[in-house]
């Protein structure tokens, strides 16, 4: 017969643990084991683990493993005898795998890099809570959040919990008593503001249809795109403009005798030109798959939009120099010259690998021909190990360097980083810190604030896109690596997206939080062309002036027949709040954008640009105008419609028929609603009045807690929720 599994008994003021073959050592900051035992053992801290600003953080530090190792929260009632995340009401993360068990079920795995020998390493395992939802980190580098997000009763019954299979082993507890190796000042490299850019008031007639993999580019203050793949699989061939002072769409009818056909996975820049003894801005689109005679087929052909003129080109080609045609390529544009890698050939069946440079510096109207290059390692470079054929992925371009991230072959996903120097024709993987984005393809990468790559989104094995946001500091440290870092935010699912950096973007009196909404009336006060590599800010003092990545289109899941579900027709800017330069974009911050005066769009120029300094007098104007707009203190209401949750924030002075037409709006929803919210206990309590609210408010300052639970019942015409 099994021996049955002894009960948790309490060895220690600070842990608690089953009995076990194990001999084991405690303190309130270590873990000794000798010996070793194929049966779990599972360990509980019995304190409360408030820490910092965080709901809950702790890290543990393996100095000594021969074994496994898993560490997660957990509830007293959690089951000795099998590892953390097994069981209901836990997590766990198993070290070995990378892998995050949950209740059970295995969400994800791969999160930390494979040890060779785990048990000689010494690093360092962090788990917490923020905003209900998990969150592990290693060596410093947050791994990401995972549902399910847990409720504030269950949030109090959480324990530190780590299971060691094996051993011995030797361990550290830290629940704060020290620094932590993940530093808490983390929340301030996150996802600061994410807002949707709609139509401005009398402007919403004409809105371009969802789609995905378009061809986008920002030039100026216009968004600018074509083509790509709608809700039902069908391929567009119009051409958009998003005017960003103005808040309105065009769906522009160009003029040339050569129009691009109905494409989608082709590329975009904008980049300037001489034509005619003057400088001119265009857009330029390669490549794209379409169909001909009912069977897929790729481009091999260029095309030139004058953005200003409207009118299409194509640069009349040297045949000889043509390289094969294709779609989901990368492509980047430094100079005057367009650099093309990879992207998927259906004739040839192939995922091509070759390098191509179109150096385009002016336009003749007479004509004159282009020549594509192929750009192949130099010979004295004793090269042996070139980028794999592949599509979907990215490539920009920093510093004289062409850097291309992840995509996908035939077979696999990848999530390698290789780098070109356009110089000495040589390519290299650069040395990066263990912690590296999963396996992806159809993304998007940016070069923000000079020296930072942006990673957006991406698909992969799973039906559900990537909700990660992903820093890769293209500046070595002092070690000379390449330093990938994971937000501390998470965003909405997105795949097959256009993105293109924007600077500009302005919101009054925005209040920026981790998990921030979609906002209904931001501002924008410039926007500059994304194909200036360096990215510089126009001329004016920086600290008015903030940088984000603007996103158009896109899927959030992968149906049959890998169909793309859920397809956008959103804009989207997002704004990074990131270490070292960017910071003084925007004073730091200091927990709301800086103000910008008003102006109507229709007297708004497409490049404004502030006053380098202000008098001491209209300072103190502004400052006496904008304490007059303050209405007290913000909160965030987390509204619960069914599975539809949503954040609105409202002044906590504010009056419940207020925040009641507010929800309303919110949920595009005209009929009456009863709002209940949850008091300590759990329990749901009416808000009948605004002396309700008062009392739900003043619960969760006493709480410590600037989010309040929000249930929200709809009523129909007979009064039926």
């Known amino acids: 017969m099994a021996e049955s599994t002894p009960p948790i008994i309490e060895a220690d003021p600070v842990w608690r643990y089953a009995r076990s073959s194990h001999q084991v050592s405690t303190t309130t900051t270590s873990i000794a084991v000798s010996g070793a035992s194929p049966s779990p053992l599972t360990l509980q801290s019995i304190f409360d683990l408030e820490a910092s600003n965080l709901d809950k953080y702790f890290e543990f530090t393996i100095e000594e493993l021969q074994g496994s190792i898993c560490v997660g929260l957990a509830t007293k009632n959690h089951p000795t005898g099998i590892r953390v995340g097994h069981s209901s009401a836990s997590w766990g993360l198993h070290c070995d795998r990378g892998a995050v068990f949950i209740d059970g079920y295995e969400i994800s795995s791969g999160l930390i890099p494979a040890q060779s020998n785990p048990h000689r390493l010494a690093y360092t395992i962090g788990c917490g809570v923020s905003n209900y939802q998990v969150f592990w980190t290693f060596e410093g580098n947050f791994l990401g959040f995972f549902a399910p997000s847990v409720s504030e009763s269950l949030l109090k019954a959480l324990y530190a919990t780590i299971t060691i299979v094996g051993g011995p082993a030797k361990i550290k507890f830290n629940a704060g008593s020290s620094p932590f190796v993940f530093p808490l000042g983390t929340k301030k490299r996150q996802l600061s503001l994410m807002l949707k850019i709609g139509p401005s008031r009398g402007n919403e007639g004409v809105e371009p249809k969802e789609r995905y993999s378009p061809a986008m580019a920002v030039c100026d203050h216009l968004l600018i795109a074509h083509g790509g ?148 390692p130099h010979s004295s470079s004793n090269v042996t190990k070139l980028p794999c054929g592949r599509y979907g992925h990215s490539m920009v371009a920093y510093n004289g360097k062409l850097y291309v991230f992840g995509g996908r072959t035939k077979e696999t996903f990848l999530n390698d980083l290789w780098e070109y120097d356009t110089e000495g024709a040589v390519w290299k993987q650069p040395a990066t810190n263990q912690i590296t984005p999963a396996a992806r393809y159809r993304h998007s990468a940016n070069i923000l604030d000079e020296h930072y790559m942006i990673v957006i989104g991406g698909s992969s094995k799973d039906p559900t896109a990537h909700t990660d946001v992903w820093v890769l500091h293209l500046r070595p440290d002092a070690s000379g690596l390449l330093i990938w870092e994971r937000l501390f935010t998470q965003i909405e699912p997105i795949y097959g997206h256009g993105a293109a950096v924007s600077w500009g973007l302005e919101e009054k009196n925005y209040k920026f939080r981790t998990f921030a909404r979609w906002s209904s009336n931001p501002k924008l006060v410039h926007s500059s062309s994304s194909d200036a590599l360096a990215n510089r800010s126009p001329s004016g003092p920086r600290s008015k002036w903030s ?49 910008v005066a008003d102006q109507p769009p229709e007297q708004a120029s497409a490049a404004p640009v502030p006053q380098a300094s202000q008098s001491p007098s209209s300072s103190r104007k502004n400052s006496a105008r904008d304490a007059a707009n303050e209405d007290g203190p913000e909160l965030v209401f987390k509204c619960f419609n069914g599975n539809d949750i949503r954040m609105v924030t409202a002044p906590a002075s504010i009056k419940l028929s207020k925040l009641v037409r507010k929800i309303q709006k919110e949920y595009d929803e005209q009929g009456p609603i009863t709002l209940k919210y949850s008091d300590q206990d759990g329990d749901l309590v009416s808000l009948s009045k605004t002396s309700d609210l008062r009392t739900a408010v003043k619960l969760h300052e006493l709480l410590k807690m600037t989010t309040i639970k929000l249930h929200i019942f709809l009523f129909d015409s007979r009064g039926s929720t």
């Open 229 to 376: 793949r709608g809700r039902f699989s069908q391929l567009m061939s119009d051409l958009c403009y998003f005017d960003l002072i103005q808040r309105k769409w065009e769906i522009v009818d160009a003029e040339g005798g050569d129009k691009p056909p109905k494409l989608y996975g082709h590329s975009a820049v904008s980049l300037t030109l001489s034509r005619k003894n003057s400088t001119r801005r265009f857009f330029l689109m390669y490549g794209g798959r379409m169909l001909s005679l009912g069977r897929w087929k790729e481009s091999y052909s260029p095309w030139l939009l004058d953005i200003e003129t409207r009118v299409w080109a194509r640069p009349w080609l040297d045949t000889a120099t043509m390289p094969p045609a294709r779609y989901a390529h990368g492509a980047c544009v430094f100079g005057s010259t367009m650099y093309v890698f990879g992207g998927y050939n259906s004739e040839m069946k192939t995922c091509l690998s070759d390098l191509q440079a179109l150096s385009i510096a002016r336009i003749d109207d007479a004509g004159q021909k282009h020549v594509f290059k192929e750009l192949t």
């Open 547 to 595: 940088v984000g990545i603007l996103l158009f289109g896109g899927a959030a899941e992968t149906g049959l027949n890998s169909h793309p579900r859920k397809i956008s027709n959103s804009v989207a800017w997002m704004l990074l709040n990131l270490p070292g330069s960017n910071q003084s974009l925007s004073s730091s911050f200091n927990g709301e954008l800086p103000l």
